[in-house]
């Protein structure tokens, strides 16, 4: 008896049972029900394109306006402006900056201040610097490295960091297109508002661009003009001391940057002619009334011209004494400091044989240690500043010994021969040179204070010098989804109607099978 095998339904046309699967039947279906799948797919695409359009244009969305900018002054690495005073690059956003470039341009109409202050921020962008801190950071992690290599990196790191640009930051505001905007153009004259104000307020308000010299006012002479019946030998002391100050400004104010070239509107004489001027003022005409004064004892009050004297010589003694001291204490800082550093190249020296063992040990924190190290003063600039902190120190006690000659050699010469009231017709004839001399210093002073103003004016442009636009405001938009999510999201959508559709097609097949 032979038994006969029934033939399964997914047999091939030549018997065989290769696993394969029969599409006619679902093709066939597909093609019965085609325009019922037409309009399937119809569905589909104009649901997908509904969804596009809402995620792009209906969801919620930013306009994002950035301009971007460099702080040029020295120190703003630092958070310094150059008379000193702290700085932070967020003062451009700064309450006073804000509602006068929101009053300016009149945006009460577009959004009240609160949203209008809330929309700003500022980034810090210095791609520069961390690309090389990188570079250095895989450079200095290297076990390899002798001490002599490492060290001339860290040098070559540090100087690269210096002559980098200075870091670069983007002036952002954002605002939701649901609120009431500001125009594109409006908008864009403000961030340069934003800017330009902010310079001004630093200027004229914290005097940041003001160079650290305090140039002397005419009031100080004036004030002394206008005093009656004082004593010529202090008078004229006070004057002595009012020209040689005067004169040690101007040499303070020559050193900036074309200040020697610079003349007063008005006489049209330089600096150096005022200087000049000054000097020539102490030597023959202050100092030969003094001696006049000394020699015949003119004063209208012997005891206290002693007293003043006496004190004058007291403070200046006082003076001196500190100055010296402050000589020494430098002296010896700058002698143990270099010591200290030669024992640590010897220290070094001894320990190269042992450079094997050490440089494996740098661990993670080693670049962190580095960039403090770039940071600080280096060896040769911490020499030179004790130096010429010494030389400063050295100058001022030679001018305190000088000055305690002088006032040692008036009191020894009025003790001496004694002192009496003297006339009043040689105290007039005093006060009458004075008062000449003091009119002269009052006018140099004048001239002063209009070159000084002429110099700063032609160097500290508060535009030019506290920032540069690095590139222009412009706008973008900003969606609530990024597009590249929205093209995902629908992407997904679209997988999904195409698998539904593939499942209807299966159910209606086998739908048509059962029947």
């Not at 001022?396 to 000659?405: I, K």
Request: aromatic share 10%; with cysteine; proline share 3%.
């Amino acid at each position: 008896m032979s038994l006969e095998y029934e033939k399964t339904p997914l047999a091939n046309n030549n018997g065989d049972d290769d696993g394969s699967v029969d599409l006619k039947p679902y093709i066939q279906t597909l093609r019965a029900h085609r325009k019922t799948a037409f309009r399937f797919l119809l569905a589909a695409a104009a649901l997908f394109i509904a969804l596009s359009l809402f995620f792009l244009l209906l969801s919620p969305k930013e306009r994002v306006t950035e301009s971007r900018v460099r702080f040029l002054f020295e120190g703003a690495e630092e958070g310094k402006y150059p008379n000193g005073d702290l700085f932070s690059p967020l003062e451009p956003i700064s309450t006073v900056v804000l509602q006068e470039v929101y009053v300016t341009n009149d945006l009460k109409r577009f959004l009240p201040y609160e949203e209008f202050k809330k929309g700003f921020t500022v980034l810090q962008r210095n791609l520069e610097r961390e690309q090389l801190e990188a570079d250095y950071k895989a450079r200095l992690g290297d076990p390899k490295m002798t001490s002599v290599e490492r060290d001339r990196l860290i040098r070559e790191y540090r100087e690269r960091v210096a002559a980098l640009r200075s870091a670069e930051y983007s002036l952002i505001y954002s605002q939701e297109y649901a609120l009431s905007t500001i125009p594109s153009e409006t908008l864009r004259k403000v961030m340069v508002d934003v800017l330009s104000v902010w310079a001004r307020n630093a200027d004229l308000r914290k005097g940041a661009l003001s160079y650290r010299i305090s140039v002397f006012s005419p009031k100080m002479v004036a004030a002394q003009l206008a005093v009656k019946g004082g004593d010529p030998v202090i008078a004229l002391d006070i004057l002595r001391n009012h020209v040689q100050k005067v004169v040690r400004n101007i040499d303070q104010i020559m050193d900036l940057p074309g200040a020697a070239f610079v003349e007063d509107d008005k006489e049209g004489e330089k600096l150096i002619d005022i200087r000049n001027r000054l000097v020539e003022m102490e030597r023959f005409q202050i100092n030969p009334l003094i001696g006049r004064v000394r020699s015949q004892g003119i004063t209208r009050d012997p005891a206290g011209t002693i007293s003043y004297l006496e004190n004058q010589l007291f403070q200046l003694n006082l003076q001196r004494r500190a100055a010296q001291e402050r000589v020494k204490l430098l002296e010896s800082s700058l002698k143990s400091y270099l010591q200290e550093r030669g024992s640590v190249s010897q220290g070094r020296g001894s320990a190269s044989g042992n450079l094997s063992a050490v440089i494996p040990q740098v661990n993670a924190d080693f670049f962190d240690k580095v960039m403090e190290i770039g940071q600080k003063t280096s060896d040769l600039e911490y020499r030179k500043s004790i130096t010429e902190r010494i030389i400063r120190a050295g100058e001022e006690l030679v001018f305190l010994e000088r000055d305690a000659r002088y006032y040692e050699e008036f009191l020894r010469l009025f003790q001496r021969r004694g002192l009496s009231r003297a006339g009043e017709a040689q105290i007039a004839s005093c006060e009458a040179k004075y008062r000449e001399i003091a009119s002269q210093l009052f006018r140099s002073i004048q001239e002063i204070n209009t070159i000084y103003g002429v110099i700063a004016k032609q160097n500290l442009n508060p535009d030019s010098l506290l920032y540069t636009v690095v590139a222009p405001p412009f706008s973008t938009t900003r969606y609530a989804l990024s597009k590249g999510k929205v093209l995902a999201l629908c992407f997904l959508y679209w997988v999904l109607a195409v698998l539904m559709g593939m499942l209807w097609v299966w159910v209606k097949t086998k739908q048509g099978d059962a029947e």
